[in-house]
């Protein structure tokens, strides 16, 4: 019931801090133009002061270690007895694991950062231009680099956005010891696998496959991976596509699995030759495994209709959302739009320079007059009064209006997946914040 890859591996050590990755094509944020409207809702009878808290540097320390390049294996592959076991779908969602405390936030803009870099018998590691590039040697080959979180936590959370070339799988990792590492991983179809590294090789504990974990139309793709260690109860890990609900679970024997997680690591495997993958971005959390909400996200989710709260979970803010607080997202049943995803800021200034990022990540396309029929940007007015940003336009898939309000300092995004301007005007009206 067990099959085994292996290869070559690598590992590095490393501490730093902070933040979320979004979907897309990163690019530079251009300055906002001159609004070229303005919408209008009625008066909202009370608002209330946002959360907010000073912001902090993010915590650097150097390197526990100087990366290094492991013992290769040769590529191989043992059979199974059988089916291997298909992971449990997660019940309503994305399940929160408790990690929430930012512990990692490479860009790989420095080459010294910590991640175990050279070359092998099965391939290579190196930083490139703002990404970390690895690249396996022939087909069934694999690596992995790992990087120490500075933090030994019950639960952690790992992210990226990455774009591979070839066939493949690549995946996230977690562990407290080099010696045996468990993670998922997803190729460029949304097959994903549950694994486990060790002397051995890679081993398969569960399979299938997740629609939005595939490669984008811009040839990128995201995945989130949560551990929970056994000192948070049962040892259990999650896949799932950053920034949506759609994820599924794994859950090991009782007594299986580490008790807590100390370092996360990225992992590559080709199912074809050439294959490569260029990583943008890694984000890590942590915690204790405790699920309860944040103070902050308690008073963001005020802000959001009543009727949407139960299909509302405490997520992580972009990449981009310099000085976010809080953030949560909705999956919507209503059949209009498919996704809200609400942000706290801790300054209007933060919170205009993510409006912008999304502004210029998003070109407008030929504007109409309002959002209800619609591309429009401009502003929007409460009881008569400006009350902050307003964006409809393209999406991943479909259609986004995004808005922010100035008093709340409140970053807000609905999606539609149909690509239906008049749903998200709909569910605009109603949507908050107030």
Not at 22 to 33: C, E, H, N, V, Y
Request: aromatic share 10%.
């Amino acid at each position: 019931m067990i099959r085994s890859l292996m290869s070559a591996c690598i590992a590095g050590a490393l501490v730093v801090g902070c933040v979320s990755i979004d979907p897309g094509l990163p690019t530079a944020a251009p300055s906002l133009p001159i609004p070229t409207g303005v919408e209008t809702l009625p008066p909202i009878p009370q608002t209330q002061e946002p959360a907010t808290s000073a912001p902090t540097d993010d915590p650097t320390l150097p390197p526990e270690s100087t990366p290094s390049i492991e013992p290769s294996v040769a590529p191989s592959e043992q059979p199974t007895d059988g089916p291997l076991p298909t992971a449990q779908s997660t019940p309503g969602g994305v399940e929160n694991y408790g990690a929430a405390t930012p512990l990692i936030n490479d860009g790989f803009n420095d080459p010294t950062s910590g991640w175990g870099v050279g070359t092998n018998d099965g391939g290579s590691v190196a930083y490139g231009d703002g990404t970390l590039e690895i690249a396996t040697a022939t087909e069934g080959a694999w690596e992995w680099t790992r990087i120490m979180t500075g933090s030994t936590d019950n639960a952690v959370h790992v992210e990226t956005l990455w774009e591979p070339t070839g066939s493949g799988y690549q995946g996230l990792l977690c562990a407290n010891s080099d010696d045996e590492l468990w993670g998922a991983e997803a190729n460029e179809n949304g097959n994903y696998r549950f694994i486990r590294l060790d002397a051995e090789g890679a081993h398969v504990l569960a399979e299938g496959q997740i629609e939005e974990l595939a490669v984008s139309e811009f040839g990128n793709a995201r995945l989130a991976v949560d551990c929970a260690g056994t000192g948070a109860g049962t040892f259990k890990m999650q896949i799932s596509s950053a920034g949506t609900n759609v994820g599924t679970e794994w859950f090991a024997e009782p007594g299986e699995g580490p008790e807590s997680f100390d370092r996360v690591g990225i992992y590559a495997e080709s199912t074809g030759h050439p294959y490569s993958l260029s990583v943008d971005f890694v984000l890590a959390f942590g915690g204790d495994g405790d699920t309860s909400m944040s103070p902050e996200a308690v008073e963001l989710m005020t802000h959001i209709p009543a009727d949407w709260q139960p299909d509302c979970f405490d997520a992580f803010a972009s990449y981009y959302a310099t000085g976010w607080q809080a953030d949560i997202l909705c999956q919507l049943f209503d059949g209009r739009s498919d996704y809200a995803e609400y942000t706290t800021f801790d300054t209007k200034a933060n919170m205009d320079a993510y409006f912008n990022y999304v502004l210029g990540k998003w070109p407008l396309p030929a504007p109409s007059e309002s959002c209800e029929s619609g591309p429009f940007q401009g502003g929007y007015t409460i009881g008569g009064e400006p009350a902050g940003q307003l964006l409809c336009t393209e999406h991943v898939t479909g259609t986004q209006l995004v808005w922010t309000h100035d008093d709340l300092l409140i970053f807000s995004q609905l999606i539609d997946n149909d690509g239906s301007y008049p749903d998200m005007y709909a569910d605009w009206l109603i949507a908050g914040p107030n």
